[in-house]
């Protein structure tokens, strides 16, 4: 289908609209929008206005900007994209796992995932804890935190259409999940034994303090640099690199490089990072 062209829209909305949502987006979360997000912001943010009964963007700007107040969780949460799966870029699991196994012993291990999505990444965290130690309750506390507080439920309610764990093994299917019955058919249930390991909160990387302690055995941060720059992505290694354990490992998406920070992290791994002083 063709894009709508301007006057075929159900709500006005102009260039200057578009280059305010791209400076609001960017003030409020980090995100630089490219032009090519035009149409997906139109499509996203539209919804908002016909929920709001608003008829053209600027006003909803205008609304938003004067007295945002709920309606910019609102607005984040629409503009920000959240594509995830279980045991994404499996090969970061395998090294979590090895990594977990050499510190046996050493007390309780910190897992920061912190672009938790809709929870597939922390729930397979928490199943790389339980396979590392051959336990349901290994010596491992995960946090979850993501901007978006919409998929910080669904995370948090770790419930899930069964398509969603097919390429996993029989046996991970068995052990860690839950198939549901009757009105849940289709559905599945991460199991109760992975709960206790997972905490979820929401949690903004722009925010100029995290709030959080270290040291963390390992720090997911992974496909959500790739929407900032490099100035803002240089500003929240310089908050999160600190909370990183001096044998910590930071975990990347694959098409993220932080060889602009070289001065805090360098490459130990495929997209995996340690802190620049870190023994070699």
């Known amino acids: 289908m063709s894009t709508p062209v301007a006057n075929q829209r159900e709500f006005a909305y102009s260039d200057r609209d578009f280059r305010r949502v791209c400076q609001l987006i960017y003030q409020r979360a980090g995100i630089a929008l490219a032009d090519s997000k035009r149409d997906m912001v139109y499509s996203r943010l539209s919804r908002r206005l016909r929920t709001l009964g608003i008829a053209t963007f600027s006003e909803y700007l205008d609304q938003l900007e004067r007295s945002g107040g709920d309606e910019w ?9 959240n594509l995830t799966s279980f045991f994404r870029e499996p090969h ?7 990594h977990l196994r050499e510190r046996a012993g050493e007390g309780t291990l910190r897992i920061w995932c912190s672009a938790a999505s809709t929870g597939e990444e922390p729930w397979s965290l928490a199943i790389t804890a339980c396979e590392a130690f051959d336990s349901y ?11 978006d507080t919409q998929v910080l439920a669904t995370g948090e309610r770790g419930v899930y259409p069964l398509d969603r764990i097919k390429a996993l093994s029989t046996e ?7 198939k549901g019955s009757g009105p849940h058919e289709g559905m599945c249930r991460v199991s109760p034994a992975l709960r ?3 905490s979820f909160a929401q949690l903004n990387l722009l925010a100029p303090s995290y709030g959080l302690k270290g040291p963390y055995t390992a720090i997911f941060c992974r496909n959500v640099m790739i929407y900032f720059d ?11 690199v600190p909370l990183l354990a001096p044998d910590g490992l930071l975990f990347a998406g694959h098409s993220e490089s932080f060889l602009h920070a070289a001065d805090l992290v360098r490459p130990c791994g495929r997209t995996v990072y340690c802190r620049a002083e870190a023994p070699r």
């Open 92 to 98: 970061h699991f395998e090294i979590l796992e090895k």
């Open 73 to 81: 969780e609102a607005f984040t949460n629409a503009l920000t994209t």
């Open 230 to 240: 490099k100035p803002t992505q240089r500003g929240v290694l310089e908050r999160m």
């Open 137 to 147: 309750n290994p010596p491992v506390e995960i946090l979850a935190t993501d901007i």
């Open 172 to 178: 991970r299917k068995r052990r860690f999940f839950q």
């Open 196 to 198: 206790h390991l997972v």
